[in-house]
C-alpha cells in the first residue's frame, strides 16, 4: 500500500534552473495539497487541488506552478528556482478536504544554490 | 484571519512528566482542529482530531472555543514521544488546512 509517494525525494539545483516535483496518491482521494516545511514557520500551503483539472492558490504560491491533468497526480513546478525556495516540499492527500484527515508523502528536500 | 499559534518551539520534560503543547486559533467559523506528529525520519501522521474526542498513544485535546485553543496533553511523557507535533485548523474555506509553526517535544530519560 504505497499512499502518497514523492518523487524526488532529494535534488540540487542552481539558481534559475527549472524542476518538476510528482506526487502519486493510489487511494483515489479528491483533494491534493502542497506544503513547504521551513524552520520555525510550519507547513505553508502552496497550491491545492479539489479534484482532476482544478487547481487552486494556497498562502505562498509565487514562484510555483502545478497541474493536476489526472486524478491521481499533482505536479508542482519551479520555472525559475531561487535559494528562496531551499525548502522540504510535502504532498498530501485527503477524501473530505478541509475536513478530513490529510496522508503525506515522505517530502522532497530542495536546496537552491 | 485564520490563524493557528504555537507559542513554543521547543518542549522539553523529563519521562513521566505531564506535558501539554498549547495550540490557539483564529477563526470565525466552526473549526475543525487536528494534531499531527512527525517522528524522527517517518511522514507527518494524524495524531488525534477534535470531532473524535479519543485518546491516542496516551494524548488527548479538547477544543475550548470559549479560549480558541486545543492544547494536546499526556499526563506522563515517554522517550518515544520525542517528535514534531503541529496543530492545524480545517474548515476554513476552499478546502485547506493551515498549520502552526510545530513543537518540538523533547522527553529526557
Known amino acids: 500500500n504505497a499512499g502518497v509517494t514523492q518523487t524526488p525525494k532529494f535534488r540540487v539545483l542552481k539558481t534559475g534552473q527549472s524542476m518538476t516535483l510528482l506526487c502519486a496518491q493510489d487511494m483515489n482521494h479528491e483533494y491534493m495539497y502542497w506544503y513547504r516545511q521551513d524552520p520555525g514557520m510550519g507547513l505553508r500551503l502552496i497550491h491545492y487541488s479539489v479534484g482532476e483539472g482544478t487547481t487552486a492558490k494556497g498562502e505562498v504560491p509565487d514562484g510555483y506552478n502545478v497541474s493536476r491533468l489526472k486524478k491521481q497526480n499533482f505536479l508542482l513546478g519551479l520555472e525559475s528556482a531561487a535559494p528562496s525556495q531551499t525548502s522540504v516540499y510535502f504532498c498530501?492527500?485527503?477524501?473530505?478536504?478541509?475536513?478530513?484527515?490529510?496522508?503525506f508523502g515522505e517530502g522532497s528536500r530542495l536546496t537552491v544554490l | 484571519a485564520q490563524r493557528v499559534t504555537q507559542p513554543e518551539k521547543l518542549l522539553s520534560v523529563f519521562k513521566g512528566a505531564p506535558v501539554e503543547l498549547k495550540c490557539n486559533y483564529s477563526y470565525s467559523g466552526s473549526p475543525e482542529l487536528f494534531w499531527y506528529v512527525q517522528y524522527s525520519r517517518q511522514r507527518l501522521q494524524l495524531l488525534l482530531r477534535?470531532?473524535s474526542r479519543e485518546s491516542i498513544k496516551g494524548f488527548t485535546a479538547d477544543l475550548n472555543k470559549g479560549e480558541t485553543s486545543f492544547h494536546l496533553k499526556k499526563p506522563f511523557a515517554q522517550e518515544e514521544d520525542s517528535a514534531m507535533y503541529y496543530c492545524a485548523l480545517g474548515n476554513t474555506g476552499g478546502f485547506k488546512t493551515i498549520f502552526g509553526a510545530g513543537t518540538r517535544l523533547f522527553v529526557k530519560a
Open positions: 477534535h470531532i
Open positions: 498530501a492527500s485527503s477524501s473530505t478536504g478541509y475536513t478530513g484527515e490529510l496522508f
